[in-house]
């Protein structure tokens, strides 16, 4: 890696969690495509560099959640308890079934667009008060290992696909956004661990591009304690707008690539 490809991943990783952090997304989703398209990673190494990236990134937002005490709390447990084995399991069938990315894009695509259109309308047009049911904890912690192994094949954090969920389920963009980043940097620890060791025991491009994923993290650190540190100043409102437009353009960007 050479150093303009160094600054271009620096840059790539700070505007993204600039954007994304204040929803709870990490911006792996976002950061994929970039890796896979502009910076030539390849595959299955950009899934471990995907999770490099959420470690070295993760600790910025998470710094900031933790000294506005808004860091920790059942639903952090319950989605760590569910993510963790899940990525151990989609990083094996990563490494020794290998996917295709058709099935990734499509399935993002799948989840998130109408996802995302349904929490940007309830949004600007709410419907009359009824009660709120946020998922229970059984269903959290099965949403959660669902995410996990999705997560530990495909690279991305989670948060982008947990936090539209749980938004829309009634949870709030402040509770979710924290929770959503903690389990994103648990299990992007656990699952770079795992692709480091696979790699010992299988030949071909399984281990991360150590110096791409630090250099996008670098930009993410920086970025997302700059995104924590504006949500409080963002209305309820204009979150889940952020939350809703973030799944409906990853989607979007998803279907147009299976589609082509």
Excluded: K
């Excluded at 990673?41 to 560099?49: E, F, G, L, R, Y």
């Excluded at 009359?128 to 530990?152: C, D, E, I, K, Q």
């Excluded at 954090?157 to 829309?168: A, C, D, F, R, T």
């Excluded at 963009?173 to 648990?186: E, G, I, K, M, N």
Aim: hydrophobic content about 50%.
């Amino acid at each position: 890696m050479d150093w303009s490809t160094g600054l271009l991943g620096l840059a790539a990783g700070l505007l993204i969690s600039v954007v994304t952090a204040p929803a709870g997304v990490s911006g792996a989703v976002f950061l994929l495509p970039v890796q896979v398209s502009l910076l030539g990673v390849p595959s299955p190494a950009v899934t471990p560099t995907n999770l490099l990236y959420n470690v070295v990134a993760g600790p910025g937002a998470l710094l900031r959640y933790h000294r506005a005490g808004r860091l920790g709390g059942p639903l952090t447990r319950l989605l760590v308890v569910g993510t963790v084995p899940g990525v151990v399991v989609g990083a094996v069938i990563r490494v020794f079934a290998v996917p295709g990315p058709g099935v990734f894009r499509l399935l993002v695509a799948a989840l998130l667009l109408p996802l995302g259109l349904w929490l940007s309308f309830r949004t600007l047009r709410p419907a009359r008060a009824r009660p709120v049911h946020p998922p229970s904890p059984r269903g959290t912690r099965g949403l959660a290992l669902a995410v996990g192994v999705v997560g530990g094949v495909y690279g991305i954090g989670g948060g982008s696909l947990l936090g539209p969920v749980l938004v829309g389920r009634g949870t709030p963009v402040a509770t979710v956004a924290p929770a959503a980043l903690a389990c994103t940097f648990v299990t992007s620890v656990v699952g770079a661990a795992v692709y480091a060791l696979l790699s010992l025991a299988v030949t071909g491009d399984v281990a991360p591009d150590w110096l791409l994923g630090l250099s996008c993290g670098a930009g993410g650190l920086i970025g997302g304690y700059l995104g924590a540190r504006l949500q409080p100043h963002l209305p309820e409102t204009a979150l889940r707008l952020l939350l809703g437009t973030l799944a409906t353009g990853v989607g979007a960007l998803y279907a147009v690539q299976v589609l082509r």
